[in-house]
């Protein structure tokens, strides 16, 4: 059994909501667990740790459930051979909100567990994006990206972490015509993941990055329940396995 476990917000949600389906897929038996809080700094998930704040949705295989927890509590209940965390996004791209919080959140995970540690790259907003923090970037993607790719790597080569780059996968898949908003973006409100295409793409990724899937041989067909009018166009998601394989 492989198990994950993320610490992060609604950005890990995304990401994580088809990782279960993909790895079970690929023959690799799983659990995936997703604490989460909307918007969580990684300044919140230090101060939860100090308080041993039960705060956290429990989040399994990417179905909510009505459990909270603390980080403490899971770490104690399970043995993970992964744990992924970031910073909230609207912070993404300032290096100073990192530290110490990050720092601190390793040692601790550290101390309590033998999982590997990855850094998760969160990614832009849409260029119409009316998040209420898109202005500490002068609302301006490219601007956001590029300060998110820099504070995530400097931070990951920090702290020797492997870094999963869910940020650079969602910009490259915005330079097609799928995604650039003639028919879609590949987020739904300007910053969450479009349910079908960008979660897919996401849980992919960490996929690829977390269990050794191959991307291009992956079989799972994502689909939503409650968006049953729209289905997986086979064109679609050919792209985004030809994306993220090239994603090193």
Known sequence: MHRILAIGNSFSEDATYFLHDIGQR???ENEVINLYIGGCSLERHWRNIEEDACEYQFQLNGRKTDRYV????????????????????YDSGWEDTYEPFLGLIISYLREQSEAGIFLNQTWAYEKNSRHGNFMRYNRNQQEMFRALVQAYGNAAQRHGLPLIKSGEVIQKLREN????GDSRFITRDGFHLNYLYGRYAIALLWAKELMGVDSMDNDFV???????FEKADEQIIRYIKKIVAEIV
Do not use: C, W, Y
């Open 26 to 28: 690929s023959g690799v």
């Open 70 to 89: 603390s980080i403490k509590e899971v770490l104690q209940e399970r043995k993970f051979d992964v744990i992924v965390t970031h910073q909230a996004s």
């Open 177 to 180: 015509s799928f995604f650039n």
């Open 222 to 228: 994502p689909h939503v329940d409650f968006m049953d």
